[in-house]
DNA sequence: AATTTTTGTTAGACTATTCTAACATTATAG
DNA sequence: CTATAATGTTAGAATAGTCTAACAAAAATT
């Protein structure tokens, strides 16, 4: 498979986890590539039945698409995961590299890597990594969005790899697995005053308490 | 650039170290791509004014075409470097991943590499690392073959990086840095006893000992 | 139901990289 | 110094991936 068809696999396997349908413009969009391009990607990719394709209907991917897509996805996620614990990047620098390097051919580079890192079970954002066998664990979290005032949640993973929305995180000195206690929701805007780790009070706007996702503690 | 073009200037640049000149069947045979296919990149790149071309004359690198060739193999093996201490690998086995890892954009990614090296001078096959600006330490080593019996040296880098060469001197036991003695060569066909670290004696062939680069001790 | 908008497809073209076949030049060997 | 061999070049075609322009189908609006 070359980067190129990697990519095309990728996409429509991120696409179809947010979206109930994904359709060639949707897929266009992502990849920033023209649709008629797209067309006969997804047309050359359905010939060697990664992708079920036919005309006028959404895009899914085969059995062997997704199991495709989820193993170029653990690379992509051990890398990101490498350059942070290992090289000393931010979780805001990683992605455009793991982009790159996730399509390295070379079985061994990525065992040793998940062996270094002991592996890992998530990126650097909290997202899964998928399995050998390219299966991804689903998570399902919460948006703090959703927390009630009083209710104290722990921050597992982000919403979003925006970078100026990881770099606000960083700015508020927020980290994977800290606990948030939703202090105060204002009515007129939903901005949130939480405590963070029992010690340092924030806020956020209800757009970023949106992707921010926890899990309820009990 | 592209990763086709850093290849034809990688190998543009090493065949020119070995050879007074560099003709396009050398570049071709080096590459495994067809005479007119390199006739014509060579072309493309000398309009870049990475190679000075003139019909039915020698190829030779500009000094941009150097520079750029330098900077490339200066990844290539700061990333061998960096899979053999820090990711365990044999140093048999990662030319090829290098020959990947080698084409990835990103400065930042190589000067973390370089960094946690501690800014290594040579690569796990004694070859020196190209600096910031892709200059080239000249090593002027001898082959161990042109040692006279009673001499001393110190096994400083291979002549050679196919695989069983490597995994020979591994078998011997043989380690870059180890002192060598040559106790004995046979007249016959220039067999090679020595000592190494004065402990453990070994037999070499002529075209080993070839291989074997050395500074003599004095 | 007819019209308009959105989405999807086809056709044809372009660049990058490669190839084979044919021809040209240079080097080598009588 | 010619004939042959080796090397180099040109021409033309193929594949992968991309684009624009034009047309077609489906969805959304009157
Ligand atoms: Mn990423
Ligand atoms: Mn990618
Ligand atoms: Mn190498
Ligand atoms: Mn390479």
Redesign the pocket.
Known sequence: M????ENYLKALFHLSLENEEV????L?KSL??????V??????LSSKELISYE??K?LTLTQGGKRAAGLIIRKHRLVEMFLVEHLGFGWDEVHEIAEQIEHIKSQRFFDRIDQLLDFPKVDPHGSPIPDINGEVAIQNYKKLEECHEGQQATFMSVGSSQDSFLKLIDKLNLKLGDKIKVLEIQDFDKTMRVLVNNNSEQTLSQLGATKILVKLNV
Do not use: G, R
């Open positions: 070359t980067l190129t068809e359709s060639v413009l949707d266009s920033n590539i023209k649709m008629p391009t067309n006969s990607m997804v047309k050359k005309k006028y959404p």
